[in-house]
């Protein structure tokens, strides 16, 4: 068998008429449904119930917006999943995955090789991170994120001696990923229950969830110190030469959007130093501007030991996730042999390139500082003002742009619905139904804009929201 390419026989394909190729790519919307309910599963979905309604087709996007198979423009009120913080279209990223591709579309950086995409992307991260993160480790989401965290904690631990340290502690209504290891980490009961085979040695503590969760009368700052002092009590209990780390999310995302008292984290900090226990902050979507800063836990005031990256990494457009390692568990990792972790695509060319593209976008269009000092305050006022007094708002929560709005039955009382779960669900169709993304947790409705969101752009958001929010309380009989 010869490999002379001259010795194949090539056929040159026929060139589609651009009729045909429009016809190809373009289906009716009645189509592409069937096809879909006919051969794809969707993540975190009851396929029979959607597959009988029908999926929404997402056909395009520009900006802060999204177009549907039938037409309509719908205001992208998530960042597709808290991700697309330089919004749609943006050329230079394409062009940068355009231009990698035909340069090196892949190689790793397993056996004594690296590349130029990533090495550049850890340079600009380590200049971007803050002053003790100079170190990263790459992976494709945030899940295969933090199950490294996991490898690292404990090679970290073990290589100093002390292989007794090995739990490592999270928070109910946590989320930190799908993968069996993210999945444990988190505390969303719902995924445990269909997880009979967890990760070990992970356990459990109270949420920061001042509205839901406060007795008596409690100040938020009170509240959440105790809730921070729980982290001091499991470690007690377990003992701290068997705690290896203490992993949360700065404000937690899926789980509600809900922003811890000023009390919260340096009381976390304290605990960890206290007792020797890394501190790990889930920064998969704080990561990238959201709350202002570059990073949430700056946002919070405290110092973490490891940081988890993704989403905000390549704002969304191709996949990639990291592991930020302060210098001091940096030092350890390198002084201590080999590192037996690694995924094919670890620190992928195109995505570092596309990466290195976003990143350059963010700081020099100065995108995270403009949602700081501009969009930000302004996102939190217009929704603070909007819903002052609202009868089915009991909280706003938030900083930048992201925000969670709490519905109540009764605001002034902190009196949940019963039903809390179908009222977020009533609330997140009426927002569908007026073309505006709006996530619905439980009973908290979520908002996280593309970063470049401009205002005019967040009036829509909060009148569109408003509307939502209003005819979710006439329905239930309030105003
Ligand atoms: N950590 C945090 C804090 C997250 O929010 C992950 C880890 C896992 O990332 P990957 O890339 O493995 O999905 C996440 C992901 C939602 C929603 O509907 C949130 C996430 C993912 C999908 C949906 O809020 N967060």
Redesign the pocket.
């Known amino acids: 068998m010869s490999y002379r390419t001259e010795e194949v026989a090539y056929v040159q394909p026929a060139v589609p008429s651009a009729a045909a190729a429009q016809a190809a790519q373009q289906r009716s919307t009645a189509e592409y449904r069937a096809l879909d309910a006919a051969h794809h599963i969707h993540p975190?979905s009851d396929m029979g119930a959607l597959n009988r309604a029908g999926s929404r087709v997402i056909v395009k996007a520009e900006g802060v917006y999204l177009w549907d198979s039938d037409g309509n423009k719908v205001i992208d009120g998530m960042a597709g999943?808290?991700c697309v913080n330089v919004g749609y279209g943006r050329k230079e990223l394409a062009d940068a995955a355009y231009k990698q591709m035909q340069e090196l579309p892949f190689y790793n950086t397993f056996f004594k090789t690296t590349h130029p995409p990533v090495i550049e992307l850890s340079a600009l991260l380590a200049e971007l991170a803050p002053a003790p993160f100079n170190h990263f480790f790459y992976c494709n989401?945030?899940?295969?994120?933090?199950d490294t965290v996991l490898r690292i904690v404990h090679h970290y631990w073990a290589a100093q001696g002390k292989q007794s340290k090995k739990v490592v502690i999270s928070r109910r209504n946590g989320?930190?990923?799908?993968?069996i290891a993210?999945g444990t980490l988190g505390g969303m009961g719902y995924m445990h229950e269909q997880m009979p085979s967890k990760v070990e040695n992970i356990v459990h503590i109270d949420q920061p969830y001042f509205f839901g969760e406060a007795q008596g009368n409690l100040t938020p700052e009170e509240f959440a110190l105790a809730r921070a002092q729980q982290l001091e009590a499991k470690i007690l209990e377990i003992g701290a030469d068997n705690v290896a780390a203490f992993i949360g999310?700065p404000f937690q995302?899926?789980g509600g959007v809900i922003f811890p008292a000023a009390t919260y984290w340096p009381e976390i900090q304290r605990i960890c130093r206290k007792y020797d226990i890394l501190l790990v902050a889930?920064e998969?979507?704080g990561g990238f501007g959201r709350t202002g800063e570059w990073f949430a836990h700056q946002h919070f005031g405290f110092e973490p030991d490891l940081i988890?990256l993704?989403?905000g990494l390549t704002s969304g457009y191709v996949p990639m996730?990291a592991v930020g390692l302060h210098d001091r568990v940096a030092k350890v990792i390198i002084e201590s042999g080999d590192f037996n972790h690694g995924l094919t695509y670890s620190g992928h060319p195109v995505a570092a390139a596309v990466a290195v593209a976003n990143l350059k976008l963010l700081r020099d269009e100065k995108i995270v500082e403009r949602v700081k000092t501009d969009t930000g305050p302004y996102f939190q006022k217009k929704l603070r003002d909007t819903f002052a007094n609202h009868p089915i708002i009991g909280e706003i929560s938030g900083a930048g742009l992201v925000a969670g709005l709490q519905l109540a039955q009764d605001p002034q009382a902190r009196k949940r619905f019963a039903n809390g779960g179908d009222v977020g669900t009533i609330c997140r169709d009426f927002c569908f139904n007026g073309n505006l993304i709006m996530?619905a947790?439980g009973d908290r409705m979520l908002l996280s804009p593309p970063l470049v969101i401009n205002k005019l752009e967040i009036d829509e958001i909060v009148t569109k929201a408003k509307k939502a929010i209003d005819a979710t309380a006439q329905q239930l009989g309030i105003s």
């Open positions: 975190f999943l808290w989401s945030g899940s295969e994120g933090n989320y930190h990923g799908s993968t993210g999310e995302g899926a889930d998969v979507i988890t993704a989403k996730g996530r947790t």
